[in-house]
């Protein structure tokens, strides 16, 4: 009878010490598996992205993409785009709204999705993002990127 009760009471302590919150020192952000990032930005779905970029400052915000996890292929100009399709598959075009009519001829016959990015200050912002399913804004966020593109893998998946 004895032995039943410490059971009991061992069987207690450990549900409350699984069921419990684990703190450092007391802080709540120290909670395992909880908030918890080691990089700024991470693509949980990497894909393969063809950027038409031109300027240092598109340079480098391919490079965080790439920095992100995705594989990255860069071409200055828009009739770039077939050459470079046919040596890889690609999932994602990024190109200027204003480049859209050679960048949609171009990857028409693949399965490769387009998401045009409008000059801020236009009405291309809204003729974007009245036209097509996802766009973006080229003063957007890394992050609002990343998102944009990760919604898209996850649709074409």
Do not use: W
């Not at 960048?103 to 045009?116: D, H, L, M, R």
């Amino acid at each position: 009878m004895r032995t039943n009760s410490v059971r009991a009471v061992v069987l207690g302590c450990s549900l409350f010490m699984l069921t419990a919150n684990a703190y450092a020192c007391g802080e709540s952000l120290f909670r395992v598996g909880k908030g918890v990032s080691f990089r700024e930005y991470t693509a949980p779905l990497p894909g393969n992205i063809l950027v038409v970029a031109t300027t240092e400052s598109e340079l480098a915000f391919v490079e965080r993409l790439a920095a992100a996890g995705h594989a990255v292929r860069v071409v200055s100009d828009p009739s770039e785009i077939s050459a470079a399709i046919e040596s890889r598959t690609f999932d994602i075009v990024l190109a200027y709204y204003s480049q859209r009519a050679e960048v949609e001829s171009q990857i028409a016959s693949t399965s490769t999705t387009y998401i045009p990015v409008a000059r801020s200050g236009t009405e291309e912002v809204s003729q974007a993002s009245n036209s097509y399913r996802r766009s973006l804004k080229n003063d957007d966020s890394v992050k609002t990127y990343l998102k944009a593109i990760h919604r898209s893998l996850k649709e074409n998946a």
